[in-house]
């Protein structure tokens, strides 16, 4: 090698070293979303004048509790948890900015979950996606096609509503003080709420909220199964995967589980945490009868792992219904869910209401985010049917007091309202 070659080499081999390594794409952070001719807006842009609703920001600022997701790490109730987790500072800590702080590094402790958490990194697709017609072109530059892709949009909600291996509220979480994760993807989109048009049926599509509400609940139990499975994998047995009051409840005579009995399982022993199926089976019964009862065995394989084999853990088992939580949610993707069918969902629903608390009181929220979302669906947001589920809300608000049987009752009355 000439001089000249090993100064290039060693150059080279320095340039290497000071780059950055090659990365996914930069987040811009929301305030480059903020211009008033683009998402900052003060009001909904007229449907004839434009396809959004121009005033994304806003809503996400002033409505959205994304926006305070990093301010909240330093109120009272995370500084106690980072006491109790020996974390010197939430806002920085990973265990909290996974999900907390995502969609621009930098600016994360201001924005919490800005746009781009939901979005994609938007360095590449920016400038794309400013021009007329150019979704297509955005997703190919990197945009998340959270518009036309309900899978995708729902495993990205559910990365840090549900977690992942990389995102983790666990039971040592809990126990610190962290809330109940529970998520249904219909509700709580228009919970977060909304910032964009309805999308308006179409052929193949009459009722696209009861479609996303029925691939949340198939992909809900995907996710929840990925990840029991990776935590049975490296800690097991993991109470957060577990139904959360068969421990947390007072000690009581004539306690309905005792009257209830335990069927299949040993009583005392340990139970599955149901919550994101119990809804799912009724769905499928109505809508894809065939899968039942491979979706029935499949639930029971890792239920009875986990109540006879403490020590087994039930990974095999979780990683299978993962997997046909994936067949579901691509099947109900196509469905075209009509008016009728939504009914009978509901109607089912109300038949089974009994074995649906039975699972306890994360089922019945689940039930009653559902039961929310499809009384919206058939009713054009009916505001007097949705009152009717108001009372479910608030029996929910106090689990000590919970029975199925208060519950079941009160959940057929307010399906009544929807059909
Ligand atoms: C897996 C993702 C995830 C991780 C990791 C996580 N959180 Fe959360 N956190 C959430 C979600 C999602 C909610 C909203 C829950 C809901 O209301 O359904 C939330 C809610 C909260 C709330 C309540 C906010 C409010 O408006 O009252 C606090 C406080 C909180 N988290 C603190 C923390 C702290 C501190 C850490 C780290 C020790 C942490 N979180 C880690 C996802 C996460
Ligand atoms: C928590 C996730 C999330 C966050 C945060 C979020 N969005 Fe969205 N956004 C969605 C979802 C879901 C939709 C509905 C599906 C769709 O149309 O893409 C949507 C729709 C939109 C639409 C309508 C797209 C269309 O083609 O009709 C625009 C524009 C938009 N978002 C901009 C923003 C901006 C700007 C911000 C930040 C100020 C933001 N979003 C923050 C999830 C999010
Ligand atoms: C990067 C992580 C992340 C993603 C992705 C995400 N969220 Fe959240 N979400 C949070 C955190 C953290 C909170 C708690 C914020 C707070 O209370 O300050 C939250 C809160 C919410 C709330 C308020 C809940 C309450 O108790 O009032 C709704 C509704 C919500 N998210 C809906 C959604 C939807 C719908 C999606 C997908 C389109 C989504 N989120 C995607 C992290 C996330
Ligand atoms: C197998 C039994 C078991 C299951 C299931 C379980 N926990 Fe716990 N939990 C415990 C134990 C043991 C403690 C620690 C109590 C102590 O140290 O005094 C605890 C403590 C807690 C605490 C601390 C506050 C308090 O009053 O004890 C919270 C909050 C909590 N768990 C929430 C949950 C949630 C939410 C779930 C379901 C996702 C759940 N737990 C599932 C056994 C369980």
């Avoid at 305030?31 to 009001?43: D, K, L, Q």
């Avoid at 010197?88 to 900015?97: G, H, L």
């Avoid at 509901?346 to 929310?372: F, K, P, Q, Y």
């Amino acid at each position: 090698m000439k001089l000249t070659e090993v100064r290039l080499a060693l150059i080279l081999v320095f340039l290497l070293a000071i780059l950055p390594p090659a990365q996914a794409q930069k987040y811009i952070g929301a305030g480059g979303c903020a211009s008033s001719n683009c998402h900052g807006g003060t009001s909904v842009a007229s449907e004839k004048d434009s396809r959004i609703w121009g005033n994304e920001y806003a809503i996400w600022q002033l409505n959205d509790k994304h926006s305070r997701a990093s301010k909240v790490l330093t109120d009272p109730r995370s500084k106690r948890m980072a006491e109790i987790l020996r974390i010197s500072d939430p806002q920085k800590d990973a265990r909290c900015t996974s999900c907390h702080a995502v969609g621009s590094p930098e600016k994360s402790a201001n924005d919490g979950v800005s746009c781009e958490a939901c979005h994609g990194a938007a360095e590449k697709w920016l400038g794309t996606h400013t021009q007329s017609n150019s979704h297509a072109a955005s997703v190919a530059a990197g945009m998340v096609d959270t518009k036309n892709n309900i899978r995708l949009r729902a495993t990205n909600c559910m990365e840090c509503h549900v977690g992942s291996k990389d995102r983790v509220v666990d039971h040592e979480l809990y126990a610190a003080g962290h809330p109940d994760l529970n998520f249904e993807l219909d509700t709580f989109t228009w919970a977060q709420p909304v910032h964009h048009r309805d999308v308006k049926p179409s052929a193949g599509n009459a009722k696209p909220r009861v479609r996303n509400w029925a691939v949340g609940q198939a992909t809900g139990m995907a996710e929840g199964m990925r990840l029991l499975a990776t935590r049975a994998a490296k800690n097991w047995p993991e109470f957060a995967e577990l139904e959360c009051y068969q421990c947390h409840h007072d000690l009581r005579q004539d306690s309905w589980r005792i009257q209830q009995g335990y069927g299949a399982h040993k009583p005392g022993s340990l139970q599955l945490n149901m919550s994101r199926m119990a809804v799912l089976r009724v769905l499928v019964s109505q809508m894809a009868p065939e899968m039942s009862s491979p979706l029935d065995a499949v639930l029971n394989e890792v239920a009875l792992t986990i109540s006879n084999q403490l020590s087994v853990a039930p990974i095999r088992a979780a990683e299978k219904a993962a997997a046909l939580g994936d067949q579901l949610a691509a099947k109900f993707e196509k469905v075209d869910f009509t008016e009728q069918n939504a009914k009978a969902i509901v109607r089912a629903l109300a038949g089974e209401s009994n074995r649906i608390a039975a699972h306890g009181v994360h089922a019945a929220e689940v039930a009653t985010m559902s039961l929310d979302s499809l009384t919206a669906a058939i009713t054009g947001n009916s505001k007097e049917a949705q009152q009717a589920i108001t009372p479910l809300y608030d029996y929910l608000e106090h689990p000590s007091v919970y029975t199925p049987g208060g519950f079941a009752a009160l959940f057929r009355k307010a399906a009544g309202a929807a059909n």
